[in-house]
């Protein structure tokens, strides 16, 4: 039982260069969460989707797209990235009727 | 606004002493807190929510609405217990809800 799988794991782009990161749960969950994680920053919220289907805009969504295509895939896309979004980013899923998020390991970006 | 604050990046203590995570929170709504954990080298998971009112691996936390607090405690802090802890707080109802969590504690137990 995978849960929810996050790839890549490492990526390394220049500025301006494109990227997507994907996420895919095997879990049934409706809602799905895209998060950066900063030093003193914590964790903030970039985008979410309650199900499929639909997107909103979470804290920080400047500079991003997503796309939830089906129930089980949510992808973060980065257009032309910058060094101020590197970052770790974290999928996360939440079931229906509970308020518990399960992660993904995340994604480490680097953006020189 | 919706905000949750842990006003300390860096917590440390000797084993045996006891252990408080400060949280903070700002919301208008009935609160639905969260503590998560991320141990070195592991997926971030959920360590305890305030309605179960239930005790995990010796920490508890209480929602205080007059202080609008949930403080993380354990009476004798573990060298296992080191880690990133986040306070998160669920805003929202249904599929539209989301977590916001703070900017998380680091927390180091010295053996």
């Known amino acids: 039982n995978a849960g929810v799988t996050q790839t890549p794991k490492f990526q390394v782009l220049k500025t301006g260069q494109s990227m997507t990161l994907q996420c895919a749960q095997d879990?049934?969950?409706?809602?799905m969460y895209w998060y950066r994680q900063d030093p003193g920053m914590g964790l903030r919220l970039i985008y979410y989707?309650?199900?499929?289907?639909?997107?909103d805009k979470g804290e920080v969504p400047n500079g991003y797209n997503v796309s939830r295509l089906n129930k089980r895939e949510f992808s973060l896309r980065l257009e032309s990235a910058a060094p101020s979004q590197t970052s770790v980013y974290f999928c996360?899923?939440?079931?229906?009727?509970?308020?518990?998020?399960?992660f993904g390991a995340g994604s480490r970006l680097t953006v020189l | 606004a919706q905000r949750v604050t842990q006003p300390e990046k860096l917590l440390s203590v000797f084993k045996g002493a006891p252990v408080e995570l400060k949280c903070n929170y700002s919301?208008?709504?009935?609160?639905?807190l969260f503590w998560y954990v991320q141990y070195s080298r592991q997926r971030l998971q959920l360590l305890l929510r305030?309605?179960s009112r239930e005790s995990i691996k010796g920490f508890t936390a209480d929602l205080n609405k007059g202080e609008t607090s949930f403080h993380l405690k354990k009476p004798f802090a573990q060298e296992e217990d080191s880690a990133m802890y986040y306070c998160?707080?669920?805003?929202?109802?249904?599929?539209?809800?989301?977590?916001?969590f703070g900017q998380g504690t680091t927390l180091q137990v010295k053996p």
């Open positions: 996360a899923g939440r079931g229906a009727g509970a308020n518990v998020l399960t």
């Open positions: 879990m049934n969950h409706n809602s």
């Open positions: 989707s309650a199900s499929e289907g639909t997107t």
């Open positions: 919301y208008s709504g009935s609160p639905e």
């Open positions: 305030h309605i």
């Open positions: 998160a707080l669920s805003v929202g109802s249904g599929n539209t809800g989301k977590l916001i």
